[in-house]
């Protein structure tokens, strides 16, 4: 989208016309206090995935004990045991 002087100067009018000349310096501080910390909160995001990206992202599977039968009998008598 291309505005021309003419379109900005019509723009400009009408906000002066719906907020005052008093309100628009609040109105464009207010903008552009919203906008850094939306640019700030965007770099941040940046930031933290690149350092969960670096760490290995991916949590450590689950290790898978090596029990015999016998053993896992046993473990599973007790569990049923202390239930």
Same mark, same amino acid.
Not at 30 to 38: I, M, P, V
Not at 43 to 70: F, H, T, V, Y
């Given at each position: 989208?291309?505005? /021309?002087?003419? +379109?900005?100067?019509?723009?400009?009018?009408?906000?002066? !016309?719906?907020?005052?000349?008093?309100?628009? %310096? &609040?109105?464009?501080?207010?903008?552009?206090?919203?906008?850094?910390?939306?640019?700030? /909160?965007?770099? +941040?995001?940046?930031?933290?995935?690149?350092?969960?990206? !670096?760490?290995?992202?991916?949590?450590?599977? %689950? &290790?898978?004990?090596?029990?015999?039968?016998?053993?896992?009998?046993?473990?599973?008598?007790?569990?049923? +045991?202390?239930?």
């Amino acid at each position: 989208m291309n505005f /021309g002087t003419t +379109e900005i100067i019509l723009i400009v009018a009408v906000l002066f !016309l719906l907020f005052g000349a008093t309100r628009l %310096p &609040q109105l464009a501080k207010s903008l552009g206090a919203t906008r850094k910390a939306f640019k700030d /909160g965007m770099r +941040e995001a940046e930031e933290e995935e690149k350092a969960e990206q !670096l760490k290995g992202a991916s949590p450590a599977s %689950p &290790q898978i004990s090596s029990m015999s039968d016998d053993e896992l009998a046993a473990e599973m008598k007790r569990r049923a +045991e202390v239930n």
